[in-house]
């Protein structure tokens, strides 16, 4: 069963995830929920206002926690969002970006979502090195997917050209 082998079902592209035709793409956001700058104010932009009135609904996410909303203007059906944790270079971030990877992953099955697209979280405003982030994103998805066959493909993107260089390297070590 090739066709149904972990590396088969990740991919990375360079680009903007507004502009994504998938079930869900995920949002960094921060424990309001309710909108912010970098690829949270993006979404919220894309999607337009009835998703933060959704959001004002939800009443706040803690960190490393997950979330679920419709996509509204954007070309997918759901949003998931999910909080990163503010880099301090400590265990406790690694596990609390694990989980956000895991808790998004954990909610999109649970809504019979089959491609989902993740930016690279906490790696803006939040100060993650990119480097140690994508080993972490990678590593909770693979160990993931090879337990749940249900999701086809989840998609990293990234904004800069030197992100997803560091992300395709890094995946090459599994093919
Ligand atoms: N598509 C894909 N990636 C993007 C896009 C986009 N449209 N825009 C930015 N990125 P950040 P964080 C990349 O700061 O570090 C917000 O204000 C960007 O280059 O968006 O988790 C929230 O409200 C970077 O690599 O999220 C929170 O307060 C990555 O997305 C706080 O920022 C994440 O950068 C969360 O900070």
Same mark, same amino acid.
């Given at each position: 069963m090739m066709k149904n082998a972990v590396f088969d079902r990740v991919e990375v592209m360079q680009g903007d995830i507004t502009t994504l035709k998938l079930d869900a793409i995920v949002n960094a956001a921060n424990r309001s929920l309710l909108g912010g700058g970098g690829v949270d104010g993006a979404i919220h932009r894309a999607a337009g206002p009835e998703l933060l009135s959704e959001c004002r609904k939800i009443g706040g996410c803690s960190t490393g926690m997950a979330k679920i909303t419709k996509g509204y203007?954007?070309?997918?059906?759901y949003i998931i969002h999910t909080v990163g944790p503010v880099y301090r270079g400590t265990d406790e971030d690694r596990r609390l970006l694990s989980h956000c990877y895991l808790n998004s992953l954990k909610l999109a099955v649970k809504n019979h979502t089959m491609s989902i697209a993740f930016p $690279?979280?906490?790696?803006? $405003?939040?100060?993650?090195p990119l480097k140690k982030a994508c080993r972490i994103a990678i590593d909770t998805t693979y160990d993931f997917l090879k337990n749940n066959r249900t999701l086809k493909k989840v998609v990293f993107i990234l904004f800069s050209a030197d992100d997803y260089n560091v992300y395709k390297k890094y995946l090459k070590i599994f093919v």
């Open positions: 203007n954007l070309p997918v059906k $690279a979280i906490s790696c803006g $405003a939040y100060g993650y």
